[in-house]
């Protein structure tokens, strides 16, 4: 199983990346596929989900209308659609599988990451 992530760059403040999850080593679709963010300095945090089992979530209120997550069948990727970026939303970035159907299991499996970077 491997999770590979793309799409990170420098974008201005006010700007939009998308991030994709390129999933390998399983049936694409049938498992959970979460995004994460480490800033400097600060821990981890969930940003959404996207579960076969229990459809999409959003870990906080402050990702709803900005970031979104979805499925691209084309490229059989799962991807993060980000708009309006602020500064603090530099970080590198992750996508991750529990290796099961719903949002709700651990995850534990994890790509390396992307990193984003936002100037102001």
């Known amino acids: 199983v491997q999770l590979v992530e793309s799409g990170g760059g420098l974008v201005q403040t006010g700007g939009s990346l998308r991030l994709s999850c390129e999933t390998s080593?399983?049936?694409?679709?049938?498992?959970?596929i979460g995004w994460f963010r480490q800033a400097p300095g600060k821990e981890r945090e969930g940003i959404a989900c996207?579960?076969?089992?229990?459809?999409?979530?959003y870990d906080a209120e402050s990702f709803k209308g900005r970031f979104t997550i979805f499925r691209d069948n084309v490229k059989s990727t799962v991807d993060l659609l980000m708009t309006s970026l602020k500064p603090e939303d530099t970080a590198v970035y992750y996508c991750?599988?529990?290796?099961?159907?719903?949002?709700?299991?651990?995850?534990?499996?994890w790509g390396k990451g992307t990193l984003v970077t936002v100037s102001s």
């Open positions: 991750a599988t529990p290796q099961g159907n719903s949002c709700q299991l651990g995850m534990n499996t």
């Open positions: 080593g399983f049936t694409f679709g049938y498992w959970a």
């Open positions: 996207l579960g076969a089992r229990d459809g999409m979530s």
